[in-house]
């Protein structure tokens, strides 16, 4: 009995770490509302969460959230359009979702990707990365997430004619291990 007891106190006990986990998917993400500020297009084929002013993901920072997610049934800020320059950079595929978002300018700025599935001889795969860099103020940005047999992630500055430049990123570490989800 008492085993049985330890157990339900472990497991109720649990669900208490992943709360936030379940909010970053629940919740979408959050535009400052002051401040200086960056655009963001997000294209993907899976799901792209945004931590702003963290330098690492933790679902518990205020905004973090769901950017867009190709999959139904999520909190979302798909479809979105603040009038950024057209890209020169094509990417087509019937899945993808886009959106255009404000994100804080001159702080730290985490992206998480997410993405699983599975392919017709019954193996799955899944995907999951982060990254983190500092947006400039006023400036544009396109950032591409895509599960395509391999995790891509490419994320560039776009003038004000649609031209790429490369933006340099780093790996993104979680701020705690409950934000593993």
Same mark, same amino acid.
């Given at each position: 009995?008492?085993?049985?007891? #330890?157990?339900?106190?472990?497991?109720?006990?649990?669900?208490?770490?992943?709360?936030?986990?379940?909010?970053?998917?629940? =919740?979408?993400?959050?535009?400052?509302?002051?401040?200086?500020?960056?655009?963001?297009?997000?294209?993907?084929? *899976?799901?792209?969460?945004? #931590?702003?002013?963290?330098?690492?993901?933790?679902?518990?920072?205020?905004?973090?959230? #769901?950017?867009?997610?190709?999959?139904?049934?999520?909190?979302?800020?798909?479809?979105?359009?603040?009038?950024?320059?057209?890209?020169? =950079?094509?990417?087509?595929?019937?899945? /993808?979702?886009?959106?255009?978002?404000? #994100?804080?300018?001159?702080?730290?700025? =985490?992206?998480?990707?997410?993405?699983?599935?599975?392919?017709?001889? *019954?193996? $799955?795969?899944?995907?999951?990365? $982060? /990254?983190?860099?500092?947006?400039?103020? *006023?400036?544009?940005?396109?950032?591409?997430?895509?599960?395509?047999?391999?995790?891509?992630?490419?994320?560039?500055?776009?003038?004000?004619?649609?031209?790429?430049?490369?933006?340099?990123?780093?790996p993104a570490r979680l701020c705690n291990a409950s934000d593993a989800?």
């Open positions: 009995m008492r085993t049985l007891l #330890v157990a339900a106190i472990g497991l109720t006990l649990s669900g208490c770490g992943n709360l936030a986990n379940v909010r970053s998917y629940s =919740t979408p993400y959050a535009e400052p509302t002051s401040g200086d500020t960056a655009r963001m297009r997000v294209i993907t084929n *899976g799901m792209a969460r945004g #931590v702003p002013a963290r330098d690492c993901v933790d679902w518990n920072s205020p905004g973090a959230g #769901v950017m867009a997610v190709a999959q139904s049934g999520f909190a979302s800020r798909n479809g979105q359009n603040l009038g950024m320059p057209v890209s020169q =950079t094509r990417v087509q595929a019937a899945d /993808l979702v886009r959106t255009e978002l404000k #994100v804080p300018a001159n702080q730290p700025f =985490t992206v998480n990707f997410q993405s699983q599935g599975s392919v017709s001889n *019954g193996y $799955s795969y899944s995907c999951q990365q $982060s /990254l983190r860099f500092t947006p400039q103020a *006023g400036k544009d940005y396109e950032l591409i997430m895509l599960e395509s047999g391999q995790c891509l992630m490419s994320l560039q500055r776009l003038d004000t004619t649609g031209n790429p430049s490369p933006v340099a990123v780093e989800l």
